[in-house]
């Protein structure tokens, strides 16, 4: 079926360290992908996003990276702080359609 | 920077009363969303809303919801007789018109139902 989904429910690093967060798909019609990071008691906050017509999108610290061959996604945090400790949900929106299909989520655990 | 706001953030509410959920989306946008979380489980879509009227809605969005913009600024999901089932976060979203699919979330509403 339809479904986007993470690997990892919970992913412990150290400060300073690289984060690497991974999402599946399914729906090769997601024409649109989006990270959000989710703190305990707020709303998802908007991190990065990729169209489908591209592979690689950089932010400040953020890199997200688009396999459409095995419709994979992935949310990269460089030197990562102790800031950065939150849930992250990748999410997908079908092409020509207008909701966003969140995954499961990860929880990312920053260690001292 | 813009934001939307979400009121009240915590809602106690008896099984069987109606809740009016509200939402302030940021001003330039058009598009606006409701979404929910039960606890411990992934953000799932309700509700889209554009040009004053419903675009798309899942499942969960029966008879029971309604969403409403009644003026300029607000956006509110009714759920007109609540069930224990329908406690979760609430969250509105926006997005502004053409070029970017990107949604903003607001913080969320509680809603707890006895």
């Known amino acids: 079926g339809e479904s986007v989904g993470l690997h990892l429910p919970t992913l412990s690093v150290q400060e300073g360290d690289n984060s690497i967060i991974n999402c599946a798909y399914s729906n090769s019609a997601s024409d649109y992908f989006i990270w959000y990071k989710q703190e305990s008691g707020k709303g998802p906050q908007f991190i990065i996003d990729i169209r489908s017509n591209m592979d690689k999108r950089q932010g400040q610290r953020v890199t997200v990276l688009l396999n459409k061959t095995v419709k994979h996604l992935s949310l990269q945090i460089a030197a990562t702080q102790p800031g950065d400790s939150a849930v992250y949900f990748c999410?997908?929106?079908?092409?020509?359609?207008?909701?966003?299909?969140f995954g499961t989520g990860t929880q990312l655990k920053v260690e001292l | 920077e813009p934001e939307v706001t979400q009121t009240p953030s915590h809602q106690v509410t008896q099984m069987g009363q109606e809740v009016i959920l509200r939402c302030v989306p940021i001003s330039n946008h058009l598009y606006f969303y409701w979404y929910r979380q039960i606890l411990g489980q992934k953000v799932e879509f309700l509700v889209s809303?554009?040009?004053?009227?419903?675009?798309?809605k899942s499942e969960i969005f029966d008879d029971q919801f309604s969403v409403e913009r009644p003026d300029g600024s607000n956006f509110t999901l009714k759920i007109r007789s609540t069930k224990l089932e329908d406690s979760a976060m609430y969250f509105c979203a926006s997005r502004p018109s053409g070029g970017t699919d990107t949604q903003y979330f607001g913080p969320g509403t509680r809603l707890t139902v006895l």
């Open positions: 999410a997908e929106k079908r092409g020509g359609g207008n909701k966003l299909t």
């Open positions: 809303f554009y040009n004053n009227e419903i675009s798309e």
